[in-house]
């Protein structure tokens, strides 16, 4: 992915000396929030962002609200071709057992943040919160919860331009922007690290 944004940069970049405009820093992870926020009218959710038959029960641990996937897919890796050539399992059970196991993950954490923080609202962005497996889950436990599910449809869900274009706007109405000489792009760029100033105007 470096390539692509390398390119991206430097045209924000030129298009910036160029009309003399600002240049503004948009989080990627921020871009899929605020047009998820502004598509589904979500106020101020728990975001689960998620960028990516027969069940076969899976091991999994989840430690507050740190998810990892390493173990499953170990244990997929070398159990595959033991599973598959007993004809108990097909391709697609595996893959739907490590579906519904790394979503039952997500869920939980997702629903452990809403305990923490007492909202009401879940919001589901990234390009797998396409995914309606996904959805019927967070429902779900939405549903269990007394809360609300706000989720896009698939041209908001995954990349595109308009969510950038929609986060630096509320960037630039906030006064928000960078120096060109001191812009870089940063593929690690937590979505934590994002000073969000607009939402309290």
Not at 20 to 33: A, D, M, R, W
Not at 83 to 107: H, N
Not at 156 to 184: P, R, W, Y
Request: aromatic share 6%; charged share 20%; glycine share 8%.
């Amino acid at each position: 992915m470096g390539a692509p944004l390398q390119v991206g940069a430097v045209v924000a970049r030129t298009l910036s000396l160029t009309w003399s405009l600002p240049l503004i820093p948009v989080n990627h992870c921020i871009g899929h929030i605020e047009m998820g926020r502004l598509i589904t009218g979500a106020n101020n959710p728990v975001v689960l962002y998620v960028s990516g038959s027969r069940l076969l029960e899976l091991p999994y641990t989840v430690k507050g609200m740190d998810v990892a996937f390493s173990g499953i897919l170990s244990l997929i890796e070398s159990k595959a071709k033991q599973l598959l050539s007993s004809g108990d399992y097909t391709v697609e059970d595996l893959c739907f057992s490590l579906q519904e196991t790394v979503f039952a993950m997500l869920i939980e954490i997702t629903e452990r943040a809403m305990a923490h923080t007492g909202s009401s609202e879940l919001l589901i962005v990234g390009g797998v919160g396409c995914n309606k497996r996904l959805q019927e889950m967070a429902e779900c436990m939405c549903a269990e919860r007394g809360a609300h599910l706000f989720a896009t449809d698939e041209r908001f869900c995954i990349d595109n331009g308009a969510m950038i274009a929609q986060a630096g706007f509320l960037m630039h109405k906030s006064g928000l922007k960078c120096e060109v000489e001191k812009s870089t792009i940063t593929q690690r760029y937590r979505t934590d690290q994002v000073n969000v100033c607009w939402r309290s105007q």
